[in-house]
């Protein structure tokens, strides 16, 4: 690897790379080259990395004028780390980023703009993490120590960190004390992950601080010495163990037997109890904002029945159903329709809904035509989004359509694309699209959009 000359930045990528171009030779234009660390309008050094017939990778060694949004990133281990790619980046200009992204992919996937670019949502910045998975690798015989952290960038390494910025500070503070705990197992090398699921406080028990569980994989049995430190470690740092020895479903409380993990939708009065395998939003707070602004566009009315796709665990479902007729939830799981059913039993909200088990990604006309009427959609699906879904509508008689249907996505692009769909194919309008900074300090891209039907548009 070689050291070049210096490049002015002109843009950033969705990985927070920022994207410069190599001068001209002999009228071929300049090779584009991806630079880790580098922001828009900044004079930097680099050193190449990776080599393509297109393109060039490189990593930052100097900063000759660094742009005026450039912070200084809050973790030690930045940049090493592949969980965060913008602490480097001033949150307004990563806000503004990402809405630029998602406007861009709308329109060059596509060829849609909404009518309302809606005012992005934002929240907490740091510890806000309520979910993670820790990996974890026994350095014992070079270094004498435990790994347990996320991977490094682009690596099968695990970051050597003792704290981290994004998650809670509770957890945050457990890491060193993690390392200790795995070192003495006799299956210290044979533990590969740790699953993070933090609930909120339970006052009926009296709890003073939100309940942290840990779903340790290990995958040769533990023996008596290693369950009897699980349990003191458990008892002395007031967290929930869970065991899991092999697939996910075979995870298992360990100590203490029973807790209570879950999170609440005050607006909705809805307590949602969850597993810690159970897949739910990582940012509590703002997917109270999220469900409070989804339902605000959907604009479900009393005498409704509303369907709520990708459904999950009742996350939509059950403030759903505070507000119409009748919520049915689908979703392709029948573990996720199991759990959704015991929490629209845990709120006292069975007759209002309706739960089927359906793999969404292998919809039809006939799929949908099955589940009957109803007035409006909620979609909230994986980053593959609703491809199929959007598709089986088309072959749906037009008393089926939803007059308005609520889009949440993870993935801009899925989006872009399904929106095609709608708009094109269908015939509905992209009334409103907007962002929330659900992962701060990271290039996913939370968003919301807002379909409705054009009554005089022929398909």
Known sequence: MTVNPSIWIESLDLEAQGIGRLPENDDVPGKVIFIRGALPTEHVRYQITREKTRFSKAKLTEVIQPAVFRIDPQCAVFGICGGCSMQHLD??????????VLEDDLWHIGRI????IMRPIIGPSWHYRQ???????????????MLIGFHEHNSSYVTDMLACEVIPRRVSNLLPWLRTLIGALSVRSFV????????????????HSETITLVIRHLKPLSEADLTHLRCFADEHQVWIWLQAQGIDSAKPFHPPTGHLFYTLPEFEIEMP????????????????????????????????????????????LPIARLAKQAVGVEGLSALIERATNNAVHNALSD?????????????AQMLASWGNVDRWLIDPPREGAHEVCRALLDLPRN?????????SCNPKTLARDAAILV????????????MNMFPHTSHIESLAVFNLNENASC
Request: glycine share 4%.
């Open 192 to 207: 590969p992950q740790i699953e993070l699921a933090v609930g909120e406080i339970d006052p009926q028990r009296d709890l």
């Open 113 to 116: 703009r909404p009518s309302e």
């Open 424 to 435: 094109h194919e269908a015939g509905y309008e992209l009334s409103k699209a907007g962002i």
């Open 274 to 317: 969850f597993l810690p395998t159970d897949f739910t939003q990582v940012n509590h707070a703002l997917n109270r904002v999220l469900v409070s602004k989804a339902l605000q566009l959907l604009e479900p009315q009393a005498h409704e029945r509303i369907l709520d796709l990708f459904c999950g665990i009742g996350n939509f479902t």
């Open 131 to 145: 979910r993670a998975r820790f990996s974890v690798i026994d350095r014992s015989i070079k270094k004498g120590t």
């Open 400 to 408: 089926y359509w939803p007059k308005r249907i609520v889009y949440v």
């Open 352 to 364: 209002k809904t309706h739960f089927l088990a359906n793999d969404l990604f292998t919809a039809n």
């Open 91 to 100: 949150m307004r200009a990563q806000i503004a980023m990402k809405q630029r």
